[in-house]
């Protein structure tokens, strides 16, 4: 995979990916920049999760299942010392819907052990939580 990201100017970037979208990437105006788009680590912790939650409706559409909607909390831990990497990332789903736990869990472990290529990247410590229908998930992955 190729990619080209230019400077556009001050602090930001702007990107044209292999898919043919453009991603603009700029610095907050305290560090320099005009605020003109996401920061490079709000978009690695965005390509986490949505790496993931791809992986997770695929497998469950395999499975036959499919939520009747689904979202991720990420939280992400940074080192006080540069470069500042992430130390820890979080990741909660939150599914709803006729979603047996078993399969909900299997898919969010054969993506958090083998699929999410973002995931699998990072050189951070990576832990999972879920919910279904509001309710907490019982196991811990």
Known sequence: MDMTVTWTGNMAFAGAAPSGHKIVMDASGEAGGENAGARPTELLLG????CTGIDIVSILKKMRLEPVSFHMDI???RAE???KRFTDIHIHY???GELPEEKVVRAIKLSKDKYCSVSKSLNADITVSYSINGSAGGQKL
């Open 94 to 96: 939150a599914l709803e």
């Open 75 to 77: 939280k992400g831990i």
């Open 47 to 50: 390509a986490a999760a949505g």
């Open 81 to 83: 010392e540069h470069p």
